[in-house]
């Protein structure tokens, strides 16, 4: 019922930046958590950034703290995932997803629904 489509993966540069998008529909909840999630081959999917949907906590992981930036368009239904200085170790599929959580988590399978990906590659 609830739909994610992630946009605004690519090819860029070291020290580039790009910005994603999460498209969201359907949603049967009120107050989701929002998060972004990163997953390169060979590793586990991980946490990069949350936000509560109505009550604007936001929350980032350290390896991208300072550098990028979530937010969201609710008349949109939109989440953002601003990535500046990028680096060649941010390569990864990233994913949208939401959680049911009363409480902010950053685990995976806390998280409800997904997006199916968009592809995020830094040169080095």
């Known amino acids: 019922q609830v739909q994610l489509v992630e946009s605004g993966g690519g090819l860029v540069q070291a020290g580039g930046s790009l910005r994603l998008s999460c498209a969201t529909s359907g949603r049967t909840f009120s107050r989701p958590t929002m998060g972004w999630f990163r997953q390169a081959p060979g590793k586990e999917r991980e946490f990069v950034a949350g936000l509560s949907w109505s009550g604007s906590n936001i929350y980032y992981s350290d390896s991208v703290k300072g550098r990028f930036t979530i937010s969201r368009d609710g008349a949109k239904n939109t989440v953002y995932l601003q990535m500046n200085s990028l680096k060649p170790e941010d390569t990864a599929v990233y994913y949208c997803?939401?959680?049911?959580?009363?409480?902010?988590?950053?685990?995976?399978?806390?998280?409800?629904?997904w997006g199916p990906g968009t592809q995020v590659t830094v040169s080095s």
């Open positions: 997803a939401a959680s049911t959580a009363v409480l902010f988590t950053s685990q995976v399978g806390r998280y409800d629904y």
